[in-house]
């Protein structure tokens, strides 16, 4: 029985072999499907990431958030996290250092319904 179960295993494979090698099957990757799918699964991840520009209106420092002021929202909540880089200039600074009526650029990605800032450039007017 070990014969027959050994000599049948090496058929397999020799037919496998064969047919690789004579071209009966043949492996592809399509690289679009691949891009496509990758990129799909960081949207579900990541968010798209949006900028928004305008005045800060608000700031709730203690709550890690500010509301903005943009040309089509009047009151966009925006949420800082530890990973939000904030810049004033060249200079880091944190929401503390943020002020009513402040310019700023935020470039931010949507999730759980929030606005989670990825950075913050301060622009003083």
Known sequence: MRAFIVVLIVLVAGLLGLGFYR???TVTVNKDNIE?????VQEKFE???KEAS???K??????HRFTLTTASDAGMMVVCTADTK?????????????KTGDEVTVEYRERGG???ATSVTIGRK
């Open 36 to 40: 496509a799918d990758t990129h799909r």
């Open 58 to 63: 608000t700031v709730e420092a203690a709550e």
């Open 114 to 116: 929030k606005n989670e």
């Open 54 to 56: 305008g005045k800060v």
């Open 47 to 49: 968010g798209n990431s």
């Open 23 to 25: 071209n009966w099957y």
């Open 86 to 98: 904030m810049r004033n200039d060249r200079e880091a600074v944190t929401i503390a250092d943020l």
